[in-house]
């Protein structure tokens, strides 16, 4: 299965990366918590028929394979939902206010600093490293800064592209976290998890510093939100 993974990974950074694009749309008719909260609800939805689906096999053929020696556990599925979604809670809402103020280009740059970070993280916590790792995010970096930055311009760091950087810690955490739960539980429930609990705080804090209205949003606000959020 290593291919297939490959090319699933490969895929998600496809529509991660062009979900910026979406991100800066949504972000010129609407408040960051407000882009966030729906797009994370959004995605909940989309993914709430297949927990159920996966949900109804594993208690109908729990005695079968795959079932019998993948490990799960509710309980397990509920802590890592709410402690991965505050991560992306906090990444994504630094990522969304920062777009507002800087460069797509730059913003994909700076968030994608997280490469560097996470195996920083895993270092520090398990003491294993891999040259081909570093090798890997040294070209991956200087790829994505000649793709992202503009020809003569360089990489001039802003007072929002700090939160940028902040938004790339935040994101390290968050992969680090659900490389952890994803381990001991079912990573669809995790994922499910992590985007209601998004969706539920960044909704709540939008009513209440925000005030959307969602008759201003538009076509184009909601097209952006339809696909960051189901994408």
């Known amino acids: 299965m290593p291919f297939i993974n490959a090319v699933y990974c490969f895929l998600a ?21 407000s882009f ?15 927990v159920i689906i996966r949900g109804h096999h594993r208690n109908r053929f729990k005695d079968r394979e795959p079932y019998v020696s ?22 994504s809402t630094l990522q969304q206010i920062s777009i507002g103020y800087t460069d797509v280009g730059k913003a994909g740059f700076l968030t994608a600093l ?9 270092f520090f916590m398990t003491g294993r490293s891999s040259k081909k790792v570093w090798t890997a995010v040294c070209i991956a970096l200087a790829g994505l800064y000649c793709l992202c930055m503009k020809s003569g311009e360089g990489l ?3 007072g929002a592209d700090y939160l940028l950087i902040l938004c790339a810690l935040v994101y390290a ?4 976290s659900v490389d952890h739960f994803v381990a001991l539980t079912d990573g669809i429930e995790i994922a499910a998890g992590q985007l209601l609990t998004t969706g539920v705080v960044c909704t709540i804090l939008a009513v209440i510093i925000e005030h959307p209205d969602p008759r201003m949003f538009g076509i184009n606000g909601w097209l952006s939100l339809l696909y960051a959020g189901i994408m």
Not at 18 to 32: L, N, Y
Not at 70 to 91: D, Q, V, W
């Open 13 to 33: 950074a496809l529509i991660w990366g062009t979900a910026f694009v979406a991100q800066k749309i949504g972000g010129d008719v609407m408040g960051p918590l």
């Open 36 to 50: 966030n909260g729906i797009r994370s609800l959004l995605g909940f939805c989309a993914l709430l028929p297949l």
């Open 70 to 91: 993948a490990p799960y556990s509710l309980r397990t599925s509920i802590i890592g939902g709410m402690t991965c979604g505050f991560f992306l809670c906090l990444g």
């Open 114 to 122: 997280y490469m560097v970070l996470v195996p920083v993280l895993s």
């Open 156 to 158: 001039h760091i802003a």
């Open 173 to 176: 955490m968050q992969i680090m």
